[in-house]
């Protein structure tokens, strides 16, 4: 019976304070899994650097410094090569993490739905001032008024978006719009019995 060694290749991973644009960050405790499933750890040199070599495919990381929100990527390494990251200091304030990034991450597409607001019908008048909240298909809130012209306009991560329309006098209306690209729709609000 013969042995066939896996392929190793090596990820140097460089991280930052902030955005990928901040000072490198030493002393952030790594570690991971590479494809195959073998655990590994490491600390950024002073020059925010740490390298680590696995067998190809998805690899998952954990970057932790005290002070700093803890993040989790994981990165495709099908070859030797280098690839950042960064940490958001933490926020005592906020309950959620805020750290993420990667620098093969591509932004996440963007839409815009402008919604037209009638009285009674989508053949009755434009109401200005109706109060607007709701949630983009990536979880992102958001909320506006109404103008003149009973419009309001937001932008978000395409796919199903959840709606609030609340106005004095008239019922709130709970909708969902399928947002997937810049588009205009229209609601109508109810007067209040």
Same mark, same amino acid.
Do not use: C, R
């Given at each position: 019976?013969?042995?066939?060694?896996?392929?190793?290749?090596?990820?140097?991973?460089?991280?930052?304070?902030?955005?990928?644009?901040?000072?490198?960050?030493?002393?952030?405790?790594?570690? =991971?899994?590479?494809?195959?499933?073998?655990?590994?750890?490491?600390?950024?040199?002073?020059?925010?650097?740490?390298?680590?070599?696995?067998?190809?495919? /998805?690899?998952?990381? /954990?970057?932790?410094?005290?002070?700093?929100?803890?993040?989790?990527?994981?990165?495709?390494?099908?070859?030797?090569?280098?690839?950042?990251?960064?940490?958001?200091?933490?926020?005592?304030?906020?309950?959620?993490?805020?750290?993420?990034?990667?620098?093969?991450?591509?932004?996440?597409?963007?839409?815009?739905? /402008?919604?037209?607001?009638?009285?009674?019908?989508?053949?009755?008048?434009?109401?200005?001032?109706?109060?607007?909240?709701?949630?983009?298909?990536?979880?992102?809130?958001?909320? =506006?008024?109404?103008?003149?012209?009973?419009?309001?306009?937001?932008?978000?991560?395409?796919?199903?978006?959840?709606?609030?329309?609340?106005?004095?006098?008239?019922? /709130?209306?709970?909708?969902?719009?399928?947002?997937?690209?810049?588009?205009?729709?229209?609601?109508?609000?109810?007067?209040?019995?």
């Amino acid at each position: 019976m013969t042995a066939v060694s896996q392929e190793q290749v090596t990820l140097t991973t460089y991280v930052h304070d902030g955005s990928l644009d901040g000072p490198v960050l030493s002393d952030v405790q790594i570690t =991971g899994q590479d494809a195959a499933g073998n655990t590994f750890q490491g600390t950024t040199d002073s020059n925010g650097a740490a390298s680590f070599s696995g067998v190809p495919g /998805t690899w998952a990381f /954990t970057f932790t410094k005290d002070g700093y929100d803890t993040l989790n990527l994981n990165y495709e390494v099908n070859e030797t090569q280098e690839a950042a990251a960064f940490l958001q200091e933490a926020s005592p304030s906020q309950g959620e993490a805020a750290s993420q990034g990667e620098a093969t991450t591509e932004p996440q597409a963007q839409a815009t739905l /402008t919604v037209d607001v009638h009285d009674g019908s989508l053949d009755g008048a434009l109401l200005p001032g109706v109060q607007i909240t709701g949630q983009d298909a990536g979880g992102n809130t958001f909320q =506006g008024t109404t103008d003149s012209n009973g419009a309001a306009a937001f932008s978000g991560v395409p796919g199903t978006w959840a709606f609030t329309f609340t106005k004095d006098g008239y019922d /709130t209306l709970n909708l969902n719009y399928s947002v997937n690209e810049t588009q205009e729709a229209a609601a109508y609000l109810l007067k209040a019995t």
